[in-house]
């Protein structure tokens, strides 16, 4: 088998950390994103970047070219001008299925989200199911990934509420009853890592959640307890929530937007106890983790065995 894969919109959180499993594994990596200069600190991994754009098609046969295995992780927390939810989400996935189909490509792994429904009122999340739908009528070996959370140093969970509660000591929470099933970001790169090759998953759709529910006020609390913060916080009722999203989704980087209020009205956890499949390892918990995410990459002793363990996982692969 080649060992070669392409990581398409690879050069965030979720492909840095699939990218470099997969090059300890043995993998030659391609990351194809809109602006590889912002990814040039992975050519010292031996990481190779490609310019492409999945919303026109540009650049992704050079992209998928030669790869064995393609991984999309295309994917939009909130839309801005022609980088929109069905753009980038849906056309940008007819637009690599054609392209893979093309190279040849004999194995495609697509990330989709915990949620992603055709009947949902978020564009997000209708988006997200029609993208798994061209997928499973393309003519590939495919794989569906549905995560929840994903949080790790550096995510865009934990990271977004440290910021939002640094100063003031009192803090509004939005959703504060939502539940959620949050996943380590090493034990979704491992799923993804270890597919790469195994018939077995293929034409399947796999959730990726971590082993305990919180709600989004539990999981808040607790970062603010890691951190010895003391805060007070009050719960929004959604109609000024829905005044405070339509406000800031107008920032460049808004940390709330109408689409996402409406994921607030439903839980993210898993559809049945298998919340993380067993052939991919067993998935960390969050108290064991959470205390390194926060405190700037100081690995705990915890973090050190769990990587202790993920290694020994790949030993035994």
Not at 18 to 40: D, K, L, M, N
Request: aromatic content about 6%; charged content about 20%; glycine content about 8%.
């Amino acid at each position: 088998m080649s060992k070669q894969i392409s990581i398409i919109g690879g050069s965030g959180f979720v492909g840095r950390a699939i990218a470099r499993q997969a090059i300890e594994q043995g993998f030659s990596v391609t990351i194809a994103c809109r602006h590889p200069e912002r990814a040039r600190d992975l050519l010292i991994h031996g990481v190779r970047l490609v310019k492409a754009d999945v919303c026109s098609g540009r650049g992704l046969d050079e992209a998928v070219q030669g790869a064995t295995c393609v991984i999309n992780l295309v994917g939009l927390l909130f839309e801005r001008g022609p980088q929109n939810f069905a753009a980038a989400h849906v056309h940008g996935t007819e637009h690599l299925l054609a392209a893979c189909e093309r190279a040849g490509t004999k194995q495609y792994i697509h990330m989709s989200a915990l949620g992603a429904d055709l009947g949902s009122l978020s564009c997000y999340a209708h988006t997200k199911a029609e993208a798994e739908q061209r997928v499973r009528t393309s003519k590939l070996k495919w794989s569906i990934m549905r995560p929840s959370i994903i949080y790790g140093a550096q995510d865009s969970f934990f990271n977004r509420f440290r910021e939002l509660f640094a100063l003031a000591p009192v803090a509004p929470l939005i959703g504060g009853n939502t539940r959620f099933q949050p996943v380590w970001i090493e034990d979704v790169a491992r799923a993804f890592v270890s597919c790469v090759g195994r018939r077995g998953v293929n034409g399947k759709i796999y959730e990726l959640c971590g082993p305990e529910v919180y709600s989004l006020r539990e999981l808040t609390e607790m970062m603010l307890q890691e951190l010895g913060w003391k805060r007070l916080l009050i719960d929004v009722p959604q109609p000024v929530a829905g005044i405070m999203a339509r406000l800031m989704q107008l920032l460049p980087t808004p940390p709330l937007t109408r689409d996402q209020l409406i994921l607030l009205k439903h839980d993210n956890v898993a559809s049945s106890k298998n919340a993380f499949p067993a052939i991919f390892g067993k998935p960390a918990a969050l108290a064991d983790i959470l205390p390194a995410c926060l405190q700037m990459n100081r690995p705990t002793a915890q973090q050190v065995k769990l990587d202790r363990d993920r290694k020994q996982f790949w030993a035994k692969s």
